[in-house]
């Protein structure tokens, strides 16, 4: 499983980045902050390696913390209570005028 990648950006996608690292290329699903880094740039992702029936895949985050919050999201159901506290705490500390932020009361 590979956890963590350290490279030089070799291409850009809409969704993803090609990072070599010692010769090799991986194609990584990658945040917005990370996509705007150009080209030859040097990039450090912390990933999660998805492997299903569909293929394989990684997706890369700039931090610990960010792949942590990213696999619990993917490994809790759709309705769990922290799930979605998590998300509330995130939305209400993202916006500026909190008041304008639809939050279920859970009724």
Do not use: R, W
Not at 21 to 33: E, I, M, W
Not at 41 to 59: N, P, R, V, Y
Not at 69 to 93: H, N, Q, R, Y
């Amino acid at each position: 499983m590979i956890a963590y990648i350290q490279g030089k950006i070799l291409e850009k996608g809409l969704t993803y980045l090609i990072v070599e690292n010692q010769g090799l290329g991986y194609k990584v699903f990658a945040t917005p902050d990370a996509l705007v880094k150009p080209v030859g740039s040097e990039i450090a992702l912390f990933t999660h390696h998805k492997s299903s029936e569909d293929g394989q895949a990684l997706f890369g985050l700039a931090d610990f913390s960010s792949l942590q919050f990213f696999e619990m999201l993917k490994t809790s159901p759709p309705d769990a209570p922290e799930k979605l506290l998590l998300l509330k705490i995130i939305v209400i500390g993202c916006c500026s005028d909190s008041s304008s932020v639809p939050v279920d009361s859970g009724k």
